[in-house]
């Protein structure tokens, strides 16, 4: 499995492409929601991101995602995943089941993707600027909030 480290990079690199060109892992969902959803009572979230890029870069394919899900912001700014850590060549970038550590009730976690892609058969790496969280709830007794 691929270790590489998760990695700041600036916009891609691309011939063809004006100054300006920005291609960036952005819109990141938990459960179909965004901006830190608190209070879930899902065993397996679901992940998801999009891929956005500027007008003039064609031909973009994600080639492989890695999330990394940690008990500690701390944890995850070193790159750790304590919960789950799943480096996969996929396409997919939503609905993605969460596999790791069983989430205990009202526990927050933090979670971040990278993702390598494909531009004109070159193959290139970016990973998401944010560091979403999410704070898990205690189900209720029908298994419904």
């Known amino acids: 499995m691929d270790r590489r480290p998760f990695q700041r990079s600036g916009p891609p690199p691309h011939g063809g492409a004006g100054r300006g060109s920005s291609l960036e892992v952005r819109s990141l969902s938990i459960e179909g929601l965004r901006d830190n959803p608190l209070g879930l009572d899902v065993k397996n979230p679901s992940f998801g991101w999009q891929l956005v890029a500027s007008d003039d870069v064609f031909n973009v394919k994600q080639t492989r995602y890695h ?8 944890l995850l700014d070193a790159d750790k995943g304590d919960m789950w ?7 997919q970038s939503q609905w993605i089941k969460y596999q790791g550590k069983e989430l205990k009730p009202n ?3 933090f979670w971040k993707v990278k993702v390598d892609y494909t531009i004109d058969n070159g193959q290139l790496t970016i990973d998401n600027s944010h560091r979403p969280q999410v704070q898990t709830k205690s189900p209720s007794p029908s298994g419904r909030a």
């Open 67 to 74: 999330i990394l899900v940690a008990s500690s912001k701390e």
């Open 85 to 91: 850590d799943a480096d996969v060549a996929s396409e």
């Open 107 to 109: 526990t927050q976690y």
